[in-house]
Nanobody, 124 residues
Framework: QVQLVESGGGLVQAGGSLRLSCAAS????????MGWFRQAPGKEREFVAA????????LYADSVKGRFTISKDTAKNTVYLQMNSPTPEETAVYYC?????????????????WGKGTLVTVFS
């Protein structure tokens, strides 16, 4: 099992910046990729970004490309999401995920572990 704990959520002004962190513990040696999803009120959970644990390969949702950056510190078993210029429409609970199967995917079904989420509120 892998446990994921997110931190860094809170209030951020539109156009500002916020960095989310996710610390992994447990069977971290099995992790092949980590990522971020989000769920806004009344909407379905959606993919934001993912990063392969053994390389710098990343995937992004088109809506965040160029504004959000996913990165990792393998020594700390931590993944980050740097959010630049967020919009109020991106107010959501942000979830950290981990995958212990080969490959890196955008689907929620393709994630094996989920954190409890951290709320990000973007105000204008």
């Amino acid at each position: 099992q892998v446990q994921l704990v997110e931190s860094g959520g809170g209030l951020v002004q539109a156009g500002g910046s916020l960095r989310l962190s996710c610390a992994a513990s447990g069977r971290t040696a099995s992790v092949r990729a980590m990522g971020w999803f989000r769920q806004a009120p009344g909407k379905e959970r959606e993919f934001v970004a993912a990063i392969r644990w053994s390389s710098e390969f990343t995937l992004y949702a088109d809506s965040v490309k160029g504004r959000f950056t996913i990165s990792k510190d393998t020594a700390k078993n931590t993944v980050y999401l740097q959010m630049n210029s967020p919009t109020p429409e991106e107010t959501a609970v942000y979830y950290c995920t981990a995958r212990d199967r080969p490959g890196i995917v955008r689907s929620a079904d393709g994630q094996d572990y989920w954190g409890k989420g951290t709320l990000v509120t973007v105000f204008s």
